[in-house]
């Protein structure tokens, strides 16, 4: 399914190569202001070509409203946005059909869709469709108010220095991974739900949307495997829930407690690099060696720290709705 939410939710639909791709955003508040220029940020910072290291497609990506908004406000009906594909160049895609390319999905879609999947770009599987998530973000973003959501790069090919890190691809000449993570300030004690909806569920969910995730770690992580548990406990220190450390990352029990959110994700390294790798050709049955041609980021994490935001904030807002701690209508929107 190509939905998420709860009372907040959203679908996306489209492909890279199709006519557009968008999204339907069904119990958004009434009375929130939004106009295009709200958006405008936001998919500037994913757009590609504006680092070294990413794809040189670009797209205008206006968002086009065509339903849930008037009078520059949103209705309370769904809001549907679209994001027009116009710079497609689908022949590199013809060309290398009966080729899947490892770790993208031509393979696993063409066993599941029997053929009939669209491939080009990627079809529905591409990046391209994290231009709706974004789109989504921004509207939650406005419902969080005073609730930051911030996500960085921390490291590119293992290198805290990004550059270095993205310069070890080029020398290469291939693809490259990295580590994104994301903080929240200003949430409240109480979001989420104990076992199947805890707050570090729904997040995840969320967050392996995003194509190309491939791990993700709250607070300490991983490395709480490795620590004591009086080193790992947050003492507490005061009727807020303030805690003195925060391995936890801002949620114990599923639900948050009132201290920063923190989160990272693992990023792996585009699939289709120019390196020469090898795959099975299902037209001649034959192991062959092949290289991606076509304009492809060298390295998606540079492209992800807004993506992240976007899904964090999205599913945030829904976890508000759901606490109601959104209000139905109101300049701030908060209770
Ligand atoms: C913003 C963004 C841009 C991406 N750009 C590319 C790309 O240029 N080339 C590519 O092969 N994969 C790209 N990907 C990743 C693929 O879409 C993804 O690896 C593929 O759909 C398979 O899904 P999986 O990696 O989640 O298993 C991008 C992902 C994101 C989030
Ligand atoms: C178009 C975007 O990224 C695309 C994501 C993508 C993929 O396989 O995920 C492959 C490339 O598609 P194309 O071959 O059509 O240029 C990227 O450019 C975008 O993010 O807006």
Not at 129 to 157: D, F, N, P, R
């Amino acid at each position: 399914m190509n939905s998420f939410g709860r009372l907040f939710r959203i679908h996306i639909f489209g492909e890279s190569h199709g006519e557009s791709a968008g999204l339907v955003i069904d119990g958004c508040p009434a009375g929130l202001p939004l106009s295009v220029e709200d958006f405008l940020t936001d998919i500037e910072r994913r757009k590609g070509g504006n680092h070294k290291g990413t794809t040189p497609r670009k797209e205008d990506d206006l968002p086009i409203f065509k339903s849930g908004i008037f009078n520059g406000h949103t209705t309370g009906a769904p809001i549907t946005i679209l994001f027009e594909n116009k710079n497609t160049r689908s022949g590199d895609y013809e060309k290398q059909r009966a080729v899947p390319r490892p770790g993208h999905a031509d393979f696993t879609a063409h066993a599941k869709y029997g053929g009939f999947e669209d491939f080009r770009g990627g079809g529905h599987f591409s990046g391209r469709l994290t231009v709706c998530m974004v789109a989504a973000g921004v509207i939650a973003k406005k419902l969080l108010g005073h609730i930051q959501v911030v996500s960085t790069i921390l490291e590119i090919g293992g290198e805290a220095d990004l550059e270095k890190g993205l310069q070890k691809a080029i020398d290469a000449k291939d693809s490259i991974g990295g580590i994104v993570e994301c903080r929240v300030n200003g949430l409240p004690v109480g979001l989420g739900e104990h076992f199947f909806d805890s707050a570090e569920s729904l997040i995840s969910h969320a967050v392996f949307a995003i194509p190309a995730v491939k791990g993700i770690e709250f607070g300490a992580g991983f490395a709480a495997a490795r620590m004591f548990g009086t080193e790992h406990n947050d003492a507490i220190e005061d009727a807020s829930g303030k805690t003195r450390t925060n391995h936890a990352g801002g949620i114990v029990g599923g639900i948050t407690n009132g201290n920063e959110l923190v989160f990272r994700i693992a990023i792996k390294p585009t699939s289709s690099t120019p390196k020469e790798q090898q795959t099975w050709n299902w037209e001649t049955n034959a192991i062959e060696s092949f290289s991606v041609k076509g304009r492809h980021d060298l390295c998606i994490a540079l492209r992800v720290p807004v993506v992240l935001e976007a899904v964090t904030a999205f599913t945030l807002v829904d976890l508000m709705l759901l606490e109601q701690r959104i209000g139905r209508i109101g300049p701030s929107f908060m209770l």
